[in-house]
């Protein structure tokens, strides 16, 4: 049991892999302003009330990868209380990569689905 | 089973031992800035939570250290420093004149140069930095302008390692070292003052300055002498302009010495690459040991 539990959590995590870049890509270039992390996390929470698809704290280094490449951009801004907050946005580059990426899904999507019916 | 966001810090800090410290320096930031902003909503919602049992639920949410601990590992792994992937080539001779197209070479070289103009900067700042913070400190404003001080030094040695990664290709912080927040002045000083952190930093860019003057000069001597010795035979067979000459004496050298010279400023300059290359891995080593924290 625990070992087949493993398995889907690992399962989980590789999908996860792919799908956290596109959806972050996906949810910051539909937003005007610039996000920072916890905004973003907890828009994704409202999006799927039923299970948590993947644990917030994983977004994070997601965020900073992305923004490494060129897609996203950022800067942090104090905050009253508390530590500073990153805000992010996203790039000329990110969008480009956005439009190819959710082809790619949706072929993906594709795919699978015809695969799973047999 | 975490009282405070202090005590997540801790753990996931601990789980992350076997990383780069600048990567756990990154997730921390992360973490602290996640947690507290969860914790406040928490607090917005129902005033009187107790902070333990709001974290439970936030971290439930945001994942174990563990979890984040491995999601950090997971992209690091496939995102390392760009100058780390070099060219490894095989042969002796490869190895040794492939320091000609190994980008560390060149981003040494490039460091050195700007540590010329960075290091005297850095220099001035720190030192003029301390002694006024240190005869300000009979005024008032003696604890703000020292605080300012050592928060300046924290900026210049994120901004230095950013140069370091760049340059030398080794992974530094990408993100600042935060404060604890809600502090007095008074006890924001003292974190300040206590952290080891200030004072390597402080000590770092203090000594750029002779090591930027060291670096330059040799570097600026070595790389002129052996184009100089390079060239030299061109002088003589072009235009017919001795090598050497004593008072009124004009000594044209052999043609195979002339071989010889062209050949040999070769070589210094590709041990002077080599050099370069050397240094750029010690300075890295040495910037991350004083800038990082552990």
């Known amino acids: 049991m625990t070992e087949l539990s493993a398995q889907t959590k690992k399962f989980q995590k590789e999908l996860n892999a792919g799908t956290s870049s596109l959806v972050l890509l996906s949810v910051l270039s539909r937003s005007k302003e610039p996000m920072y992390g916890y905004q973003i996390a907890k828009m994704l929470e409202e999006s799927s009330q039923e299970i948590a698809i993947m644990k917030q704290g994983t977004l994070y280094p997601v965020l900073r990868s992305l923004e490494e490449n060129g897609l996203l951009e950022s800067m942090v801004e104090p905050s009253v209380s508390g530590p500073p907050r990153r805000y992010y946005k996203i790039t000329a580059d990110g969008r480009a990569a956005l439009i190819e990426w959710l082809e790619i899904w949706k072929q993906t999507k594709k795919f699978v689905d015809a695969n799973l019916k047999g | ?294």
């Open chain 2, 1 to 294: 089973m975490f009282n405070t966001i202090e005590e997540y810090l801790e753990e996931l800090k601990s789980e992350m031992q076997e990383s780069d410290i600048a990567l756990i320096q990154d997730a921390l930031a992360d973490a602290r800035e996640h947690l507290s902003m969860a914790l406040e909503a928490a607090r917005e919602k129902t005033p009187d939570v107790n902070e333990a049992d709001a974290l439970k639920s936030i971290v439930e949410e945001y994942g174990t250290p563990e979890e984040t601990a491995s999601a950090y590992q997971e992209i690091e792994r496939r995102t390392s420093p760009f100058l780390k992937q070099t060219v490894r080539p095989s042969s002796f001779w490869g190895r040794v004149f492939g320091v000609y197209i190994d980008p560390r070479t060149w981003g040494s070289l490039l460091f050195m140069f700007i540590t010329f103009v960075t290091g005297i900067i850095y220099f001035t700042w720190a030192v003029t930095g301390l002694s006024l913070s240190v005869s300000f400190l009979i005024l008032i404003i003696g604890i703000p302008f020292m605080i300012l001080f050592l928060l300046s030094v924290q900026g210049l040695a994120l901004l230095e390692g950013r140069l370091v990664e760049a340059l030398l290709g080794v992974r530094m912080p990408r993100r600042p070292l935060f404060a604890q927040p809600g502090l007095k002045w008074l006890d924001r000083l003292k974190a300040l003052v206590t952290d080891k952190h200030t004072w390597l930093s402080l000590i770092y860019l203090v000594l750029q300055m002779p090591l930027a003057v060291l670096y330059f000069s040799l570097l600026v001597t070595l790389i002129a002498f052996s184009l100089g010795v390079m060239t030299a035979p061109f002088a003589q067979l072009i235009w017919n302009l001795p090598i050497i000459t004593f008072g009124a004496e004009r000594v044209f050298l052999p043609y195979w010495v002339l071989i010889l010279l062209a050949i040999g400023g070769f070589l210094t300059l590709t041990l002077t690459m080599h050099l370069a290359r050397g240094i750029g891995w010690l300075h890295g080593r040495y910037a991350k040991a004083l800038l990082v924290t552990d």
